[in-house]
């Protein structure tokens, strides 16, 4: 059974730094490209960031571009979203998902989030 | 402001057919046959219903149904169920990853 478990969120202060994890199983985590997807309070879904397989090509989101880094360790197959210069806005639940097979497959399986709190 | 627009709710009554609509523009719902659907319930994480627009996973009933005409993409449930009761986004490729759309609610009546 595919299970990803988010980990890593809390109460932040504005310009503090957090870093999210997502620690994955029941498939070969190092054969599939990984997103973060996030969520504000009462809000719809945003794309964040997305990362190939093997660690080499990363995009993000213009919002978070310069702020956070995406990264992942396949041998402890985790993935991971470090969020620098924090601000109020990107207080939301941050999921992880994984993508299907195939360049242009869907997020088929998602955590269950982790709530990051942006205030003073 | 999403990239992709659905209306705010819907509503049906249990046996009924509702579907909720998702209209982008040439570029990417018009351009591509890969529209995709999750399902959200409160607090919970969302799950695909639907991929490259018509395709359901494995375990997804097959009262939920997918559809394209021009720069809108559909989503159809039918023999509405309580348990369907929940958010609804699209989501469409459009040379980037992740255009979403901004949900929509729906109610069970």
């Known amino acids: 059974e595919v299970q990803l478990v988010e980990s890593g969120g809390g109460l932040v202060q504005p310009g503090g730094s957090l870093r999210l994890s997502c620690a994955a199983s029941?498939?070969?985590?190092?054969?599939?490209?990984m997103h973060w997807v996030r969520q504000a309070p009462g809000k719809g879904l945003v794309w964040v960031s997305r990362?190939?397989?093997?660690?080499?090509?990363?995009t993000y989101a213009d919002s978070v571009k310069g702020r956070f880094t995406i990264s992942r360790d396949n041998a402890k197959n985790t993935l991971y979203l470090q969020m620098n210069s924090l601000r109020a806005e990107d207080t939301a639940v941050y999921y992880c998902?994984?993508?299907?097979?195939?360049?242009?497959?869907?997020?088929?399986?998602w955590g269950q989030g982790t709530l990051v709190t942006v205030s003073s | 402001q999403s990239a992709l627009t659905q209306p705010a709710s819907v509503s049906g009554s249990p046996g009924q057919s509702i579907t909720i609509s998702c209209t982008g523009t040439?570029?990417?719902?018009?351009?591509?046959?890969?529209v995709s659907w999750y399902q959200q319930h409160p607090g919970k994480a969302p799950k695909l219903m639907i991929y490259?627009?018509?395709k359901r996973p494995s375990g997804v009933s097959n009262r939920f149904s997918g559809s394209k005409s021009g720069n809108t993409a559909s989503l159809t449930i039918s023999g509405l169920q309580a348990e369907d009761e929940a958010d609804y986004y699209c989501?469409?490729?459009?040379?980037?990853?992740?255009?979403f759309g901004g949900g929509t609610k729906l109610t069970v009546l």
């Open positions: 040439s570029s990417d719902v018009g351009s591509y046959n890969l």
């Open positions: 989501c469409s490729y459009a040379g980037r990853p992740g255009v």
């Open positions: 998902a994984r993508r299907g097979e195939g360049h242009y497959a869907p997020l088929d399986y």
């Open positions: 490259e627009g018509t």
């Open positions: 029941g498939f070969t985590f190092s054969s599939y490209w």
């Open positions: 990362i190939n397989s093997d660690g080499s090509i990363t």
